[in-house]
């Protein structure tokens, strides 16, 4: 305990760094290096025939991964959700549905292949609303959802799956929170005909920019890759269906060019092997913080996990129900000065990764009373691993006590 100048107990402090991630592995770094010796960092650039590149490589290695027969590696994840969408076959004007609280490439990705989103409300879970989705599904006549599932949480995959059979709804998978993830032991993403994937610095594997897309449909991959700039080269990817799917669309197929190379390739296949470890200590951070904040149960209410669900929190969100406009903001300022960096989903104005969907006004939306009463005072911090598991008691700690002397 340390004392300050008036000897008091002087408050707790947190000096970690909430946007700082691990370095790369060696291996990757390695890897890195032997695609800068060869020169050949596009995809394609092969020194002989049968040689296989570093990124198609990472697609072998995720589609087993995802244990799912195909995967396309692309520039983001924004880029992936658009590729995916195309290749559905979305038009200009058609209705998407998708999460009201999400993070802005979603709607962005919508808004790139000229749909229209239609925004579904949040339960105090974080999830997708089943009911308010079928109720949609019924007003708007759209044929696909493109479910978010936004900061990890994961729906319950069995009832969304029948909801949107009974309807004839395609589902895609935005997985950029869930990579890792599992419901009742299958893979997260595997449960509608597309998932996309970011490999961007702050998902769960790193390439500072990159995306994947994993998927079991024979047509639809083969338009992905199309479109993802394939130069008529998709013999030399490792993870796609024969050539003769290719030639029934490769000519009415636009070239989109968004493709990876090899150099981002080269450093997530070593990430790819070790993720499931970090998985495990992603969370035992969670569990950290989480197990401080439950003591206070009345006060922090957390989303509640589905038992069917194993999740990947790489950040953590809760919410403080009782607490009025002018306390929210003491709370995140005193959080802020003890070094404890937490960011609000209910905010007016969009704040680093955070944005409440009435700010996305090139959309036309209705409002979301229950996904506005939930963002109000939903908080969310960030876990990178570059914390210990006693910083992540401590961070608890600190937004515990700052919570007590708000009144
Ligand atoms: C990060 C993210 C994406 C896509 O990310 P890119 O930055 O384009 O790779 C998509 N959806 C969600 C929810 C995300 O957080």
Redesign the pocket.
């Known amino acids: 305990m340390t004392l300050d100048r008036n000897g008091d107990l002087a408050p707790l402090r947190f000096n970690g760094n909430f946007t700082q991630q691990e370095p790369l592995p060696q291996r990757s770094i390695d890897a890195a290096l032997a695609v800068m010796h060869s020169g050949r960092l596009h995809r394609y650039n092969v020194a002989f025939a049968e040689e296989s590149t570093e990124t198609a490589l990472l697609e072998l290695e995720f589609a087993k991964y995802q244990k799912q027969r195909y995967c396309l590696a692309c520039a983001?994840?924004?880029?992936?959700?658009q590729l995916a969408m195309r290749a559905w076959g979305v038009k200009s004007g058609d209705p998407v549905l998708t999460n009201g609280f999400?993070?802005s490439?979603?709607p962005g990705?919508i808004q790139a292949v000229g749909g229209k989103a239609i925004l579904v409300e949040t339960t105090s879970d974080l999830v997708i609303d089943l009911a308010h989705l079928e109720s949609l599904i019924v007003q708007t006549g759209a044929r696909l959802l493109l479910l978010?599932h936004?900061r990890g949480h994961l729906v319950d995959m069995e009832a969304l799956c029948e909801l949107l059979e009974n309807h004839g709804i395609s589902l895609i998978e935005?997985c950029?929170?869930t990579m890792g993830a599992t419901f009742q032991g299958r893979k997260s993403g595997v449960h509608g005909i597309m998932a996309?994937f970011?490999?961007?610095t702050?998902?769960h594997i790193n390439s500072g920019?990159?995306?994947l897309i994993s998927c079991d449909d024979d047509v639809l991959i083969a338009r992905a890759i199309l479109l993802s700039g394939s130069y008529m080269l998709f013999e030399r990817h490792l993870a796609a269906p024969p050539k003769e799917v290719f030639e029934q669309i490769r000519l009415d197929t636009p070239n989109l060019s968004g493709r990876m190379d090899n150099l981002r390739a080269a450093i997530l296949r070593p990430q790819l092997a070790g993720l499931d470890d970090n998985g495990r200590r992603w969370n035992q951070r969670y569990d950290a913080f989480a197990n401080v904040l439950h003591k206070q149960a009345n006060t922090f209410q957390l989303p509640a996990r589905h038992p069917a669900a194993y999740e990947i929190p790489s950040s953590i969100q809760f919410r403080i129900p009782r607490f009025n406009e002018q306390q929210n903001r003491r709370f995140l300022d005193e959080c802020a000065r003890r070094g404890v960096e937490l960011k609000w989903f209910g905010a007016a104005d969009p704040n680093a990764?955070t944005s409440r969907y009435d700010s996305w006004h090139y959309l036309e939306t209705s409002p979301l009373p229950n996904t506005d009463n939930i963002l109000r005072r939903l908080y969310d911090c960030r876990l990178p691993l570059t914390f210990s598991v006693e910083d992540c008691e401590l961070i608890g700690t600190i937004v515990t006590q700052v919570e007590q002397s708000i009144d």
């Not at 983001?76 to 959700?81: F, I, V």
């Open positions: 983001s994840g924004g880029y992936a959700l999400t993070l490439p979603v990705a978010s936004m935005d950029a929170h996309c970011s490999t961007q702050y998902k920019e990159g995306g990764y």
